[in-house]
Nanobody, 127 residues
Framework: QVQLVQSGGGSVQAGGSLRLSCAASGSTGSIGWMAWFRQAPGKEREGVATLNTGGLSTYYGDSVKGRFTISEDNAKKTVYLEMNKVEPEDTAMYYC????????????????????WGQGTQVTVSS
């Protein structure tokens, strides 16, 4: 079992920056990829960014490329999402998620491929 605890988030003005954190505990050795998803009211959950833990691979959703950066601190078992140049369209509940190593990951940001989820944190961007 893996537990994910999120922190960060809040309100920010358009053009500003925000950082989200996701600390993993439990069977962290079983984690393959760590990702961030978001869900705005009335919309589907959308993949934002994902990272291959301990490796160099990252993938980003088209809407955040060039603005958001996913990174990890292996020693702290924590993944971050640095959000820059935020836009009102970035307003959503953000979730971190963990994929289990050795299980299928057909598409890097397909929500069904991630087994463990954080509690969610709200990000609100005002114009």
């Amino acid at each position: 079992q893996v537990q994910l605890v999120q922190s960060g988030g809040g309100s920010v003005q358009a053009g500003g920056s925000l950082r989200l954190s996701c600390a993993a505990s439990g069977s962290t050795g079983s984690i393959g990829w760590m990702a961030w998803f978001r869900q705005a009211p009335g919309k589907e959950r959308e993949g934002v960014a994902t990272l291959n833990t301990g490796g160099l691979s990252t993938y980003y959703g088209d809407s955040v490329k060039g603005r958001f950066t996913i990174s990890e601190d292996n020693a702290k078992k924590t993944v971050y999402l640095e959000m820059n140049k935020v836009e009102p369209e970035d307003t959503a509940m953000y979730y971190c998620a963990a994929h289990v190593r050795g299980t299928p990951l057909i598409y890097a940001l397909k929500r069904d491929d991630y087994k463990y989820w954080g509690q969610g944190t709200q990000v609100t961007v005002s114009s």
